[in-house]
């Protein structure tokens, strides 16, 4: 029994009988950031799903100690487990405000909504100054610090990314990098699924590489960044 | 002095139309639902109060009453049977609307005969005036509280919990549900929200007009009108909506005759359409 706050083992899923996904292990501590990397098509939002049980799947997949295979999602994000979904999904005709209230729609405990949407409006400023417009009028980059800022309103045990820097400028991507850190700090460990492999490996403490739905490699951050086999296959050159 | 006078009129019955078109327009840009049978809806209100009445309670008294039951009314018919079919294609949704229709509309014929109905309590007739311009009271009373029922359904959805969830589910349905939003439970409350405000509309429609199980035939088209006229995310406009139909059928009756006042709404509905498409729908 490990002491991982997510534990996956032996994980198989995919849609109807054909499995996306083979043999998956994959584990995320307290405080950690992992990254799980791959390209296109490689399987990381189908594991996704199969982790927020959105899509069936065998194998062990515990959170917090707890077997939460037969879990729905909406207990699974009861329990924590919050994502960020791909492409941001705010609702884009409510204010900010709106869209970080809705974060903590399931929340009854006033004091503490009040102190994360303190924290929130600290890690992002900016969410500050425009939380009376709405959400459809912020940059891209505005946009995912607002889908950022909704899940931290539910006060995640962890939080899960999805396509963070998907359409974001590389300046936009190292600020937002940073402020998963800052998050980090607060106690809130995070897995993110990530494309942009070497941004990811910036600030994770660990990563896995997913390929045709496997697990092809599982190592430390430093390990992976200076891979040769993975710095070919992702930038495309030899250095 | 006619002119205003109509002008008046137009404007007060307005926003009983207003009103009528607010429930229907409400589930209609957060459920994705033409409610075929909202004008059943407003018409099972107004038996209600009519029987009320006619066992001695002041209309004003039974309107909440009206709203309660149509509420639970509506909560019950979309949480089980229109949730089985919310999501699937548009014309599903239209056809079980429009047999809830007929299914009430007869069997109001049935129970309640094809007779008209009026609640015909004293303010009902009464009247006051203003200058030369005569103010019926009846209709006065039904603009008020019309234009009182828009604003708490705008604070409803702008200012509470239960109304960002509204908005939220009519803008991003995954979203919503990813944060803890339980959609089946949100359009059940949405779909008796629209029906109380039918029964509401029902209620006043029988102080200003007669009641009978085919009134629907009308009122649903012409809330289906005005509901894209004022747009479906503010009530506030629904009203709006519901008075520029008013005055337009008021000074059409006056000019041109009663027979084409539905000429007028509906050619006002194309002639919108046709200027300002982007505008007039912009739904969800």
């Known amino acids: ?239 | 002095m006619l002119l205003v006078q109509i002008l008046v009129n137009g404007v007060l019955l307005g926003g009983l139309y207003g009103l009528m078109a607010l429930g229907m327009a409400l589930v209609w840009g957060v459920l994705n639902i033409v409610n075929l049978a909202h004008g059943a809806f407003i018409m099972l209100g107004g038996y209600l109060v009519f029987f009320l009445f006619t066992a001695g309670l002041d209309p004003l008294v039974s309107l909440p009453i009206a709203m309660a039951v149509l509420f639970l009314f509506g909560y019950v018919i979309q949480r089980s049977l229109l949730n089985l079919i919310v999501r699937s294609a548009l014309l599903n949704t239209l056809l079980f609307t429009f047999g809830l229709d007929v299914v009430l509309t007869y069997l109001a014929q049935l129970l309640f005969s094809a007779d008209f109905r009026t609640i015909n309590p004293s303010y009902a007739g009464a009247n006051f005036s203003v200058g030369a311009v005569t103010v019926p009271v009846g209709r006065l009373i039904a603009f008020a509280i019309a234009v009182a029922l828009a604003l708490l359904l705008y604070l409803l959805l702008e200012r509470t919990r239960l109304g960002r969830a509204i908005r939220a589910t009519a803008q991003n349905l995954d979203a919503a549900r990813l944060y803890g939003v339980n959609p089946a439970q949100i359009y059940a409350i949405t779909f008796g929200i629209g029906a109380a405000l039918a029964g509401a509309a029902g209620t006043l429609y029988g102080i200003v007009a007669q009641i009978t199980p085919y009134i629907g035939v009308t009122l649903t088209p012409k809330s289906f009108v005005i509901a894209i006229i004022g747009g479906l995310d503010n009530p506030l406009r629904i009203v709006a909506g519901g008075i520029v139909i008013g005055v337009a059928e008021a000074v059409t009756s006056l000019y041109l005759g009663p027979t084409y006042t539905d000429v007028v709404s509906f050619g006002l509905l194309v002639l919108i359409l046709v200027l300002r498409p982007a505008q007039s729908l912009k739904i969800a």
């Open chain 1, 1 to 239: 029994m490990s002491d991982a706050l997510l534990d996956i083992r032996g994980l198989t899923a995919g849609y109807g009988d054909v499995p996306v996904l083979t043999d998956i292990a994959l584990t995320v501590g307290a405080g950690e950031i992992v990254a799980l990397v791959g390209s296109n098509g490689a399987g990381k939002t189908t594991l996704l799903r199969a982790v927020s049980r959105i899509i069936k799947a065998s194998g062990s997949l515990r959170f917090l100690g707890e077997d939460v295979l037969p879990l729905t999602p909406e207990a699974l994000f009861a329990r924590g487990l919050v994502q960020v979904p791909e492409g941001r999904q705010l609702f884009g005709r409510m204010t900010v405000a709106e869209n970080l209230m809705m974060g903590a729609y399931r929340r009854r405990d006033r004091a503490g909504i009040d102190a994360s949407l303190a924290q929130t409006f600290d890690l992002f400023p900016v969410l500050a100054e425009r939380r009376a417009q709405t959400a459809g009028s912020l940059s891209g980059g505005e946009q995912q610090m607002c889908a950022i800022g909704r899940a931290l309103m539910a006060a995640p045990k962890l939080l899960m990314i999805d396509e963070m820097s998907l359409g974001l400028a590389p300046i936009v991507v190292d600020r937002l990098l940073d402020v998963l850190v800052a998050i980090r700090g607060q106690g809130v460990p995070i897995l993110m699924v990530e494309q942009d492999v070497f941004a990811a490996l910036a600030v994770a403490d660990r990563g896995y590489v997913l390929e045709h739905g496997r697990i092809v490699k599982a190592a430390t951050a430093e390990t992976l960044k200076s891979d040769p086999a993975l710095q070919k296959a992702y930038l495309g050159s030899d250095s």
